[in-house]
């Protein structure tokens, strides 16, 4: 961005920012110019914080009007780099619209501004005898959460980020204020915009108010540790306990290698085999039921060992080791960069999938291990690479285009819910056909100037984006 015209766009915010509310600090740029992703950063010209609605409706008029690319900004934890702003512009970071606008307890609903973390959410819905299901690992904002259709472990159960979402208050690019829902549990009014905003990864406006379905705190929940002498027979007791009909609320699968990574990072004891981590929700006399049916599912699929946890702590710990894996990882490999990859398959190819990424991580030489969301076909290899050694991080991006092109060839998709960003813009003509042509006419209806996260998601060009 040019000097004078940097100058002129300062200039325009502070007509409606506070100085509090605009940097230009270099630290705090290049803060904004990065995720936890492996993608070079990129700073961004400008980094804004606004706290209401119609400050963000200004940002998106004085970007419109300079040409100027918007980046909207949770917390930086997304793993594609959706918020690295490679053509520079204004970030717009949602930190400071941050409240728990509304607790619905009746209707089970809650409006929040965007910036709300999830840990933040639970922690004032427990108030209330409520929770928020979707549970993608990092203390997300659930502003990112609906920008990349998040999941995670309870997907399995109660669904994705998109069955969460009632209605949004979205800005879109000329600076227009809309909601896209309702409050209602259904409707056959109108297109269904929910679902066409959440996973846009703000390439089509930005959220600034959001209505969340929550559920009760289950009355009973208990836990399980399941280890196998492979993975797929690990991943063949999920696939039987699902066929079941057990009301399974998380499923994770951990290989060998990840197992030794929990034991080392979190000083646990836990066999070192293939294993499965495991919880249901509901009434005690129901569960009791249905873990004893599971039991002998797995016990028919070679279970080496199980174990069961009731209590708070102890489930916490273990679902702790789930969530630090990653961290686990990074702490294992000191100076190296890691790869999450995140492809997602019809469940009955996913046996075969986990056996395929194994095989091709030994076979390129790559240090890592497979873990995943394996009750709804989704599963991540996490590689470690050295960013420097170029043939290391050559032979990361061949593992990565094996696993995606084995998943597309059976009916799966590329990003199960890290979402396209920058690392699966290559994928996107091979997954979705003709059906990308429909994707980016959307993107021009709602953003002739390319504007909105260039770059990101659904990918055009115009002669208006800036370079």
């Not at 703000?202 to 002498?229: D, N, Q, W």
């Amino acid at each position: 961005m040019a000097i004078l015209q940097q100058e002129k766009i300062l200039h325009n915010l502070a007509e409606f920012l506070t100085s509090e509310q605009i940097s230009v600090n270099e630290t705090i740029k290049e803060l904004h110019g990065r995720d936890e992703s492996y993608h070079a950063m990129q700073l961004p010209d400008i980094v804004v914080f606004p706290e209401t609605a119609e400050q963000v409706s200004s940002i998106m008029k004085l970007s419109q009007q300079h040409a100027i690319p918007i980046i909207p900004f949770g917390l930086g934890s997304s793993l594609e780099g959706h918020v690295i702003p490679e053509q520079g512009g204004i970030t717009i970071d949602f930190s400071l619209m941050n409240k728990v606008l509304h607790v619905d307890a009746e209707d089970f609903l809650v409006t929040v501004q965007p910036g709300v973390t999830r840990t933040q959410l639970n922690k004032e819905l427990k108030k209330h005898g409520l929770f928020f299901t979707v549970d993608p690992g990092a203390d997300a904002t659930l502003g990112g959460m609906a920008a990349t259709n998040a999941s995670g472990t309870t997907s399995v159960k109660y669904g994705v980020m998109r069955d969460q979402v009632r209605d949004l208050e979205v800005v879109t690019a000329d600076g227009t204020i809309i909601h896209t829902g309702n409050k209602a549990a259904k409707s056959s009014s109108g297109l269904h915009l929910n679902g066409l905003f959440v996973g846009s990864e703000g390439t089509l406006g930005c959220f600034t108010e959001m209505t969340l379905k929550v559920y009760g705190i289950p009355e009973f929940v208990t836990a399980a540790r399941a280890s196998f002498p492979t993975v797929k027979d690990a991943v063949e007791a999920v696939v039987s306990i699902l066929q079941a009909g057990i009301p399974i609320a998380r499923v994770e699968l951990v290989d060998e290698q990840s197992m030794k990574q929990v034991n080392e990072y979190n000083d646990t004891a836990y066999l070192e085999k293939p294993t499965l981590f495991l919880e249901f929700h509901g009434n005690e006399a129901g569960l009791k039921q249905d873990v004893e049916f599971m039991e002998e599912i797995v016990q028919g699929h070679a279970c080496e060992e199980i174990a069961f946890e009731t209590d708070t702590a102890a489930r916490n710990q273990l679902w702790e080791a789930r969530h630090t894996l990653a961290y686990a990882y990074i702490h294992g490999y000191p100076g190296k960069k890691m790869m999450v990859t995140d492809v997602c398959l019809p469940i009955s190819e996913l046996a075969g999938a986990v056996g395929h990424a194994r095989e091709n991580l030994q076979a390129l030489g790559l240090p890592g291990g497979i873990v995943g969301h394996v009750g709804d076909g989704n599963f991540h290899a996490l590689i470690m690479m050295n960013m420097e050694d170029t043939d290391e991080v050559a032979r990361a991006q061949e593992f990565n285009e094996r696993i995606v092109e084995y998943a597309l060839e059976r009916g799966g998709t590329c990003t199960g819910e890290h979402g396209v960003g920058l690392g699966k813009q290559k994928y996107q003509r091979q997954e979705h056909g003709a059906a990308l042509d429909v994707m980016e006419k959307i993107k021009r209806a709602l953003d002739p100037h390319n504007l909105l996260n260039p770059g990101k998601n659904i990918k055009v060009e115009t002669k208006e984006t800036m370079k």
